[in-house]
């Protein structure tokens, strides 16, 4: 049983800052990619950005220059610390782990950026 909780949602005025974490539990040996996705009303799900167990990272178009994806393995946690942040990255954001060849999916949490 893998579970994966995020941590780090809110509302934020536009121009501001936010970090999301999301932490891994339960019984595995090691982590694959991780990262994160989001969904705006309306919308599909996206890919904000992912890292791999090593380090490499890919981000969205959208996001790129302004959000930062990091991994702690020792934690088996990731973060999403997102600056410069837009009415448009309004969404629910969710953690993504691959583990042993299967998708994991945290609950998602809000990010709302209004003033």
């Known amino acids: 049983q893998v579970q994966l909780v995020e941590s780090g949602g809110g509302l934020v005025q536009p121009g501001g800052s936010q970090r999301l974490s999301c932490a891994a539990s339960?019984?595995?040996?090691?982590?694959?990619?991780m990262g994160w996705y989001r969904q705006a009303p309306g919308k599909q799900r996206e890919l904000v950005a992912l890292?791999?167990?090593?380090?490499?990272?890919n981000s969205a178009d959208a996001v790129k220059g302004r959000f930062t994806i990091s991994r702690d393995n020792a934690k088996n946690t990731v973060y999403l610390q997102m600056n410069s942040l837009k009415p448009e990255d309004t969404a629910v954001y969710y953690c993504n782990a691959a583990i042993a060849r299967i998708n994991y999916w945290g609950q998602g949490t809000q990010v709302t950026v209004s003033s």
């Open positions: 339960g019984s595995f040996h090691s982590i694959n990619a």
């Open positions: 890292i791999t167990s090593g380090g490499m990272t």
